[in-house]
């Protein structure tokens, strides 16, 4: 996940994930260097860069 406000890339369980101060709970992910509020990825988008990530490396090894 990348910070939208500082640019900090971490992962989703690096964040903060309950500020405590939103009205029905908090949906989101705190950036761990700026505390920023960013919104959780949808489901369908982490899929989909699993199978990026997954054809990139597929594809890396047939190249030497």
């Not at 989909?48 to 054809?55: A, P």
């Amino acid at each position: 996940m990348k910070c939208g406000f500082c640019g900090h890339e971490f992962g989703e369980g690096d964040g903060k994930k309950s500020c405590g101060g939103c009205p029905g709970g908090c949906h989101s992910i705190h950036c761990p260097r700026c505390n920023y509020k960013n919104p959780l990825e949808p489901g369908l988008i982490k899929s989909i860069k699993k199978l990026l990530v997954k054809n990139d490396i597929h594809t890396d090894k047939g190249d030497t």
